[in-house]
């Protein structure tokens, strides 16, 4: 096992397990199966609604003592630290025990261990036959302060698809620039500065832009909206997210879609579409190539939401 591995693992409900396997896919490059998976590559947690811990492998073995050993023999050292115990499947045999375990080893690790405020949280898991032992980081959930968000629409985006076209877009690679070039009340862009995505917005409506702003220095990032149309942009971007317009309450028709798509090719080398119909023809009109896409439910039952397109 290389030390550079992580275990995560993730949580969805039934109707988002096609938007969470496409986050992973945009992220991680390859296809989830199941809800724990390892990787060498770090993400943080907090910029995805699904991924729910990260584990930093220090050592894998086949017994707990092993592990005990190993940690006294490394003469691992922390001040401040916790340790927790990491289910990643139910039916786990070792849960009831977790406890214990998790003493065992506060014993053996050299320096004070913190509950109120540790500055490291090491992770012990048992999965698959083998014990696991290392850094644990959680997703921290701050970023669902966002739905308070003072201004709101019934047509905004959810939040847990918002960052997801993020990473679909960024695919966490926060040195690529980014645009939201139909940003409404700006819910990917509070996503995007959370995340740490170097993102910017544009939106025709200049109440709708003013809100944006506002919700933006709610949460202190910088009001990064310019009040205008797409077909005024004269920059360029590595990804474009649009939530095109749609609805009683948006300047929207066929032609403004068709406009948007285009100039959203021209200043844009990707683009992540979300649409509530099937736009397969548009986007192939435009020559653009459909390089991933999902269809999200609202509710268990299944009920439509809307689609996403990536392209390039
Ligand atoms: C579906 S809404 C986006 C909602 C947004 N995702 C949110 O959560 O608030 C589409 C937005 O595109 C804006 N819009 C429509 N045509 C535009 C254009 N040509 N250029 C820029 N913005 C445009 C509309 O005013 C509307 O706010």
């Given at each position: 096992?290389?030390l550079?591995?992580?275990i995560?693992?993730v949580?969805y409900q039934?109707?988002e397990e096609?938007?969470c ?5 945009s992220?991680f490059n390859?296809?989830l199966e199941?809800?724990v998976?390892?990787?060498s590559?770090?993400?943080e947690?907090?910029?995805s609604p699904?991924?729910k811990?990260r584990?930093k492998?220090?050592?894998?073995t086949?017994?707990?003592s092993?592990i005990?050993e190993l940690?006294k ?9 916790v ?14 025990k ?7 080893i506060g ?15 090491f992770?012990?898991s ?5 014990w696991?032992f ?5 997703n921290n959930?701050e970023?669902?302060a966002h739905?308070?968000?003072p201004?709101?629409?019934s047509?905004s985006i959810g939040?847990n ?12 690679d ?8 139909c940003?409404?009340v700006?819910t ?5 500065f959370?995340?740490?995505?170097d993102?910017r917005g544009w939106?025709?409506m200049?109440k709708?832009?003013?809100h944006?702003r506002?919700n933006l220095l709610?949460f202190n990032y910088l009001?990064?909206v310019?009040?205008g149309?797409?077909?005024?942009i004269g920059?360029s971007f590595d990804?474009?997210?649009i ?16 406009k948007i798509i285009k100039?959203a090719?021209?200043?844009s080398?990707k ?7 099937d736009?397969t ?8 190539k459909i390089?991933?896409?999902c ?9 439509f939401?809307?689609y996403?397109w990536?392209c390039?």
């Open positions: 096992m290389k550079n591995q992580y995560y693992n949580n039934v109707q096609d938007l396997a496409l986050e992973i896919r992220l390859f296809h199941g809800k998976f390892f990787s590559k770090e993400v947690p907090s910029i699904f991924l811990t584990l492998i220090i050592y894998k086949s017994s707990f092993d005990i940690i023999k490394d003469k691992i050292t922390s001040q401040d630290f340790v927790k115990y990491l289910e990643l499947f139910s039916g786990d045999p070792y849960i009831k977790r406890k214990e375990l998790c003493k065992e014993l053996v690790v050299e320096g004070f261990p913190s509950f109120t405020s540790p500055k490291t949280t992770g012990i048992f999965y698959k036959g083998s696991y290392g850094i644990l980081v959680a959930s970023w669902k739905n308070t968000k201004y709101s629409y047509s939040i698809i918002a960052k997801v076209l993020l990473n679909i877009a960024g695919n966490g926060f040195s690529k620039r980014l645009v939201d070039p940003c409404g700006g990917v862009l509070l996503e995007g959370f995340a740490g995505y993102i939106e025709i200049s709708v832009a003013e944006a506002a709610h009001p990064k310019t009040t149309d797409i077909q005024d920059e990804a474009s997210i939530d095109l317009p749609y609805g009683n309450f948006c300047p929207t028709n066929v032609d403004n879609q068709v100039n090719k021209r200043i080398k683009l992540v579409l979300v649409s509530c119909e736009i023809h548009q986007i192939l009109r435009e020559k653009l390089t991933d896409c269809k999200i439910s609202k509710n268990e039952k299944g009920s939401y809307r996403i990536v390039e």
